[in-house]
């Protein structure tokens, strides 16, 4: 069974960074994609980037491009979502996401994912 367990999540101030990590634990995940996704108050869950486990090859959603980096570490299992330059309207929750039955050009669909983690949060506020 997939766990994934994300941390790193806080306040930070706008034009700040952060590092979010994923463990994941329970699979082989060399054939998965891997992304994250974020949910603000009132809106709905949206993409924000996926990886490719075994390639590294990456996704982005336009508002991120150039400010977020996704990445992974094969040898722990865990990945990654280095954040710069970061805004107010980043604020959410953070959420790890697992998926086998999709590929990079359609990682962006979070009906895809099988596996999830609890969340994380992020507040970028002076």
């Known amino acids: 069974q997939v766990q994934l367990v994300e941390s790193g999540g806080g306040l930070v101030q706008p034009g700040g960074s952060l590092r979010l990590s994923c463990a994941a634990s329970?699979?082989?995940?060399?054939?998965?994609?891997m992304g994250w996704f974020r949910q603000a108050p009132g809106k709905e869950r949206e993409f924000v980037a996926a990886?490719?486990?075994?390639?590294?090859?990456?996704s982005y959603a336009d508002s991120v491009k150039g400010r977020f980096a996704i990445s992974r570490d094969n040898a722990k299992n865990t990945l990654y979502l280095q954040m710069i330059s970061l805004k107010p309207e980043d604020t959410a929750v953070y959420y790890c996401?697992?998926?086998?039955?999709?590929?990079?050009?359609?990682?962006?669909?979070?009906?895809?994912?099988?596996?999830w983690g609890q969340g994380t949060q992020v507040t970028v506020s002076s």
């Open positions: 329970g699979r082989t995940f060399s054939t998965y994609i």
């Open positions: 990886i490719r486990w075994n390639s590294g090859i990456t």
């Open positions: 996401a697992a998926a086998t039955q999709i590929t990079i050009t359609t990682a962006n669909r979070e009906s895809r994912y099988d596996n």
